[in-house]
């Protein structure tokens, strides 16, 4: 790994001793297909790194990671430059001082790839409207995570008003394996679900989602129920032919799917650490409108 | 559908009945697939996932069981594209209980899946491991094998579909698929499948190639038939689709108008190693090119298919091999070689001849290099050099497409003395990816113009663990999903190319040798320098 330190330092300077670092390597070709800008504070910054350049194997990206600091210090820019860091990509993390801090996308916009799609990561607190933030902005696809805000069912639901094709959740990635696995289960003839219930941990959005995924997909009225968790733990659906079809999970990661007149039947259902969770949300760069009618969904059901 | 047929006959005992209900209700028909409310086709997110279903392996002692197709089934359930209650039967002639395969499972998982090894993976995998032991020719053991997979339906709630994978030498071909029809395992009830999967090689001549199929589709319907060529089911052969039909940049210059010639190599480094009893009296021609090569010249050279299903693709294909013209001179334009002892990458090899249970008189080919062409509007007059051959320099597979020199060169010709001819190669294997060489000037005064590679890596840009091309192609096996398998039909026009050069090769003296580790006999090049052109270094 080749690592670089400038200090008080513009994007200039940034993108041509990223050139030079290429060139040194011995690998001055661009493969990379995407840049992923992480905005974060410095203490998430480690952990969002790491997930953010295990996703990069996946998606040979330049990882752009912007650090707010101290707004009150006099105006600078630092970055830290790291090339062929066990990952085919760039890894750059900005700096951000004094009133430069509110206005870093003067600093990413011309460090980004052209003509390659752009993605923009919240790990921590996002804005309310992802696609009017100014660094958002830059970006066809935006990625909160409603579970890094202290009430993340609020923070779900509050996505809806600022939903803009494009936008996406981690708490709705963290479903996939779920939906995939109902979904699974309805290739057989089920027939109506009357009612359900999703079961998970207090305040839990995921929760939130699923259950209005289900309830819009199904037309039936699906509720959340608390359990000790980990997570999620079950969804039961009544169906109108009798019985349930329930899929419950309490170790977080064997599930159990069952439905009447058949066997139980073991599946596996790990919850997945916050790189695969990213590598997922950059294999589809286009707007997820499962997604969108879900927000709808829970929107409506809200009011 | 699926559901009317169980009251009908009233002799129909309790047991059958309560069989039917059972099955019916596990029936993962196109109409209720269509009807799921939890699918939607913009829910990209979901993957494909095979509906509930038994796998029965023949042959999984084999060394492709062990390498290939049981690492391919772990890696598909890692990432969730298995059924929950997908259950695996190994058949075999071994004295082994259910916990001796699930070990002899382990074990192959653990040494060659690609993903990573997780527990809960493991345990949904290994509850539904089951193993039948006994021989082919054994009625018994086949009853069993169908007492047990009945009780698997009741068990693991598979619903009566069943694939059968026969990872067996060809002669016992016949043996077990007409076993399958005694015990009615071949014959879906309704609402459910069966499925069989077979292995290259699909015969070793025309006569053959028939007969074996008069086999299976006495047995099992063509639609039902799987034939795994597994070059097919490697992400850059199906991105040669997505390179030719996706692009504009492409199409328009890929014509005889601008192609020179095409060549397409597959070397191997290796000797036949313990595949002596297999390979002698096939060969080089009939192992490899008339399976893997043409189906990638097919893919090279078809025009756009209307869609990408199986039968669209499968027609475009068959136009392609429909209208494949072999040399006129099969002694000229046809070439064979044999390995002799030599260096191969820093290691003394022996000759072919030399090799354990290879007769002294041999006339297999381990190299073969034909001249062919497509005699269509788009292709006329361009010759496809197809090689392929063992203990060669080294490993390689790749279609490379040769340009025509510019018509004219306003440089002196003193500048572009060494500019070559602009190529784009697809690299299927190793190091998966798409090279394309042009002319760039010489940084400097003067105006140099030379050779220059401009390189996509697959693995690169995308994931770094694609998957293998074996867990592509079980996964269409369970879902029903034909476009990567060859239809009889191609299968019967490869032979067609390849039978009279076979045929002459057999009257017309025998192979010429070449030292291993060296890129074939000095006549496959004297083809290539009388039509004025070389082949690629590798």
Known sequence: ?303 | MARTNGGKQAAISEDAQMAAAAVATTATTDEVLESNPLRDPRDKRLPRVAGPCVLVLFGVTGDLAKRKLLPAIYDLGNRGLLPPGFSLVGFARRDWAHEDFAQVTYEAVKQYARTPFRDEVWKQICEGIHFCPGEFHDDGAFDVLSMMLKEIDETRGTGGNYAFYLSVPPKFFPTVVEQLKRTGLAKAPDGSWRRVVIEKPFGHDLKSAQELNAITSAVFPESSVFRIDHYLGKETVQNILALRFANTLYEPIWNRGYVDHVQITMAEDIGIGSRAGYYDGIGAARDVIQNHLLQLLALVAMEDPTSFDAQSLRREKEKVLKSVRLPDDLGLETIRGQYTAGWQGGEKVIGYLEEEGIPADSMTDTYAAIKLEVANRRWAGVPFYLRAGKRLGRRVTEVAVVFERAPHLPFSKDDTEILGQNALVIRVQPDEGITVRFGSKVPGTAMEVRDVSMDFAYGESFMESSPEAYERLLLDVLIGDPPLFPHQREVELSWQILDPIEDYWATHGRPEGYPAGTWGPPAADAMLARDGRVWRRL
């Not at chain 1, 969804?235 to 007149?261: E, I």
């Not at chain 1, 650490?273 to 294999?283: F, G, K, V």
Request: with cysteine; proline share 6%.
């Open chain 1, 1 to 303: 790994m080749t690592s670089f330190n400038l200090t008080d330092t513009q994007a200039s300077k940034i993108s041509s001793t990223l050139t030079k670092l290429r060139h040194q390597m011995g690998a001055p070709a661009v493969g990379m297909v995407l840049t992923l800008v992480v905005v974060c504070d410095e203490a998430g910054q480690y952990d969002s790194v790491r997930a953010a350049t295990e996703a990069a194997r996946e998606h040979p990206s330049r990882i752009l990671v912007v650090i707010g600091r101290d707004p009150k210090e006099p105006n600078r820019l630092d970055a830290e430059l790291r090339v062929g860091e066990s990952s085919p990509g760039e890894v750059v993390l900005l700096r951000l001082y004094g009133e430069l801090t509110k206005h870093a996308e003067s600093v990413i916009s011309p460090l980004l790839l052209t003509d390659t799609p752009v993605v923009v990561w919240w790990p921590g607190g996002a804005p309310d409207v992802p696609a009017g933030d100014k660094v958002g902005k830059l970006a066809s696809r935006r990625i909160t995570d409603a579970h890094a805000s202290r009430d993340s069912v609020k923070a779900i639901v509050g996505r809806c008003g600022g939903y803009v094709p494009g936008d996406t959740d981690l708490a709705w990635t963290r479903l996939t394996t779920w939906r995939s696995l109902l979904a699974a289960a309805f290739d057989q003839n089920v027939g109506r679900v009357k009612k359900g219930l999703v079961e998970a941990s207090p305040g839990h959005a995921s929760a939130t989602l699923l259950a209005s995924w289900l309830s819009d997909r199904l037309d039936a009225p699906i509720e959340v129920g608390e359990s000790s968790g980990p997570g999620l733990t079950a969804v039961r659906l009544t169906l109108a032919s009798g019985g349930d079809l329930t899929l419950t999970r309490s170790d977080a990661r064997l599930a159990t799917l069952s439905r009447p007149g058949q066997p139980d039947r073991r599946v596996a259902l790990a919850r997945r650490p916050t790189s695969e969770l990213l590598a997922e949300e950059l294999r589809r760069l286009d707007p997820d409108e499962i997604y969108a009618a879900t927000l709808r969904h829970l929107a409506g059901g809200t009011k």
